[in-house]
Structure formats: C-alpha cells, structure tokens
C-alpha cells in the first residue's frame, strides 16, 4: 500500500469517528430537546410539579380559602375531620350557620368577638395572662352561655389567622355534644383523670379551623378534678401549643355549680352572658364576685327586644370595681 493509499484510508476512518460523533451528539442535542419540553410543559402547568395545594373552603365566612395561603397550625391542616356537623340541625337552633354569615346575627358575633381576640393579639404587651382562653358563663341555668360560647367559637372559626376548640366545660350538664352531635362518651374529665390521650377526645369538625372537646364522664368529685393540677397542667398545655388557638369553654352557672368558679381562675378572659330583662341585678352582682380572679370580665345581653332587629343585642366591656 503506498503513501496515498495510507492517506485515504486514515481519512476514511476520521470520517467515520466524525460521523458516529455526529449521531451522539444529534442523540444528545434530542435528550435535550426532550428536557426542554418537558419544563416548558411543566411552566405551563400541562405537567404539574407537585400535588396541587388542598382547597378548604370557609363557607361560614362566605369567602374561599387555599390551605397553602393561609397560615394555619400544621395539626389542623393534616389531619382529616372526626365530626361532621349537622348544620340543619344548627340552623335550626338558631346557630351561626353558612347561610347567614352576612346576617344580623353574624355581624353582632363580629362585635362581641372582636375585643376578645384584641387581647389575645395584645397579651404580650397588654399584660393579660392566658388571653388565649375563654370562659363563657351566666348567673343562672336557662341565660344562653351555651349558645352563646358555641355561636363564639363558630365565629372565630372564621379569622383568617386563628383555629378555635370548644371546650365543654359543663361537665354536670354537658350540651356541647348534644348540639353538635356528638356521640363520644369520652372527654374533658377522661383526659384530666389520664384515661384517655389528648387525640382521643378532641374532634376535629369539618367546620374549618372549629375542634371540640367534649365533658366526658360524669363524676360525683368534677369540682375536685377541676381544680388539681392535672387540669391546670393541661389548660396550661392546651393555651401554648399554638399560638394561633382560641379556647372557648362553655362553663356551668356560677350560681348553680361550683364548677364555674374554678374555671374562671385557669383563663385570662370571662365572658358573662346576662338575659335582658329577666336576670335580677343583686344575682348579676353575686355571680360576678365569683370572677374576682379573672382580669377581664365581658358582658352579653342576651334576649333583647332593644336589639338589632333579631332579638338579640351584645356589648362587651369590663366589670370595674
């Protein structure tokens, strides 16, 4: 073979080696492509990313929220709903329900709340302890503490920037259950006594942002139970473990049950409900010597004909001495 011969056939093997260099990088050049267009249909969102965030919808607020807008525990975001709400039944009990959300009685529970949840904004500079929890009570049975702590916790269930739990503090004669259904026989003094976990007896409602506690069994000694340390302990727990919680507790009559006494020294707010017209003013006055302990003591008249035009007419302010 001579020299030229050599030549050619060298030549003939660099084209080869150029060619096969052609095709990988032609291969290459299609992978890419393919990437490419697969991250401007993922951009387009023909391909998603991830699992879409989950909708909730508020409708007691008559407004839609996205989960992943809001600022929320990561409890109350996670996990799925224990109870489902009658709201029929609700609606005819006159509650604070989807439908009437933009309703006179929607908008007298936005007055009645609004200092409350002031304080529990303010507590670091306004000095108020525990402001996180709430006592709803009355002088005497029959006033409206349980429709009134109930119609509360439903409309802080509607903050942007808050979840509410229901406590039924009555342990004596509990209506917490009855109202929204519940059949657990388990609850608040369960938990006191350690028979249950804290997961056992709360319920989380499909109402969003609105748990329950229910009173639990009942028990000769609940006044007992009531005021030792455990129950202490876990009041104290249940107030900090997030930040962004409002404990509303349906307590018994101060007048009728030393119960409600006792659990008017474990929060930072009291919230006194009054039937217009009915409940004398020396019963008014011995019942709220009972709350000397609590800070902040609100008022709401229930039952008014002086009202807004359902009824019903609330105010809030303080007790001074």
């Given at each position: 073979?001579?020299?030229?011969?050599?030549?050619?056939?060298?030549k003939?093997?660099?084209?080869?080696?150029?060619?096969?260099?052609?095709?990988?990088?032609?291969?290459q050049?299609?992978?890419?492509?393919s990437?490419?267009?697969?991250?401007?249909?993922?951009?387009?969102?023909?391909v998603?990313l991830?699992?879409?965030p989950?909708?909730?919808?508020?409708?007691?607020?008559?407004?839609?929220?996205?989960?992943?807008?809001e600022?929320?525990?990561?409890?109350?975001?996670s996990?799925?709903?224990?109870?489902?709400?009658?709201?029929?039944?609700?609606?005819?009990?006159?509650?604070?329900?989807?439908?009437?959300?933009?309703?006179q009685?929607?908008?007298?529970?936005?007055?009645?709340?609004r200092?409350?949840?002031?304080?529990?904004?303010?507590?670091?500079?306004?000095?108020?302890?525990?402001?996180?929890?709430?006592?709803?009570?009355?002088?005497?049975?029959g006033?409206?503490?349980?429709y009134?702590a109930?119609?509360?916790?439903?409309?802080?269930?509607t903050?942007r920037?808050?979840?509410?739990?229901?406590?039924?503090g009555?342990?004596?004669?509990?209506?917490?259950?009855k109202?929204?259904?519940?059949?657990?026989?388990?609850?608040l003094i369960?938990?006191i006594?350690g028979?249950?976990?804290?997961?056992?007896?709360?319920?989380?409602?499909?109402?969003?942002n609105?748990?329950?506690?229910?009173?639990?069994?009942?028990?000769?000694?609940?006044?007992?139970?009531?005021a030792?340390?455990a129950?202490?302990?876990?009041?104290?727990?249940?107030s900090?473990?997030?930040?962004?919680?409002?404990?509303?507790?349906?307590?018994?009559p101060l007048?009728?049950?030393?119960q409600?006494?006792?659990?008017?020294?474990?929060?930072?707010?009291?919230?006194?409900?009054?039937e217009?017209?009915?409940?004398?003013?020396?019963?008014?006055?011995e019942?709220v010597?009972k709350?000397?302990?609590?800070e902040?003591?609100?008022?709401?008249l229930?039952?008014?004909?002086?009202?807004?035009?359902?009824?019903?007419?609330?105010?809030?302010?303080?007790?001074?001495?």
């Amino acid at each position: 073979m001579n020299i030229i011969e050599k030549a050619l056939e060298k030549k003939a093997g660099k084209s080869e080696e150029i060619a096969q260099a052609d095709e990988k990088i032609a291969e290459q050049d299609q992978g890419f492509k393919s990437v490419a267009e697969d991250l401007i249909a993922r951009e387009n969102n023909s391909v998603p990313l991830e699992k879409e965030p989950e909708v909730v919808v508020n409708t007691i607020a008559g407004k839609d929220k996205v989960a992943g807008e809001e600022k929320k525990s990561s409890r109350q975001r996670s996990l799925k709903a224990d109870l489902k709400v009658n709201l029929a039944h609700l609606k005819d009990k006159g509650m604070l329900v989807p439908e009437v959300s933009q309703s006179q009685l929607a908008e007298e529970y936005r007055i009645v709340k609004r200092p409350i949840l002031d304080n529990v904004e303010g507590q670091d500079s306004n000095g108020i302890e525990r402001a996180n929890l709430v006592l709803v009570t009355s002088s005497l049975p029959g006033e409206g503490k349980t429709y009134t702590a109930a119609n509360l916790a439903l409309s802080i269930a509607t903050e942007r920037d808050k979840t509410v739990m229901l406590i039924d503090g009555d342990v004596a004669k509990p209506s917490i259950s009855k109202l929204f259904g519940i059949e657990s026989k388990k609850g608040l003094i369960d938990l006191i006594e350690g028979e249950v976990s804290f997961q056992d007896v709360v319920l989380r409602t499909d109402i969003p942002n609105l748990s329950i506690m229910p009173a639990g069994k009942l028990h000769e000694q609940s006044t007992e139970i009531l005021a030792s340390s455990a129950m202490k302990k876990l009041i104290s727990e249940i107030s900090s473990r997030y930040k962004d919680r409002v404990i509303i507790i349906d307590s018994p009559p101060l007048l009728a049950a030393t119960q409600g006494a006792v659990l008017a020294s474990l929060v930072g707010q009291v919230v006194m409900v009054v039937e217009s017209d009915k409940t004398p003013q020396h019963i008014i006055n011995e019942a709220v010597e009972k709350l000397s302990s609590c800070e902040v003591v609100g008022c709401v008249l229930n039952k008014s004909r002086k009202g807004f035009g359902m009824g019903y007419y609330y105010g809030y302010g303080n007790y001074a001495e």
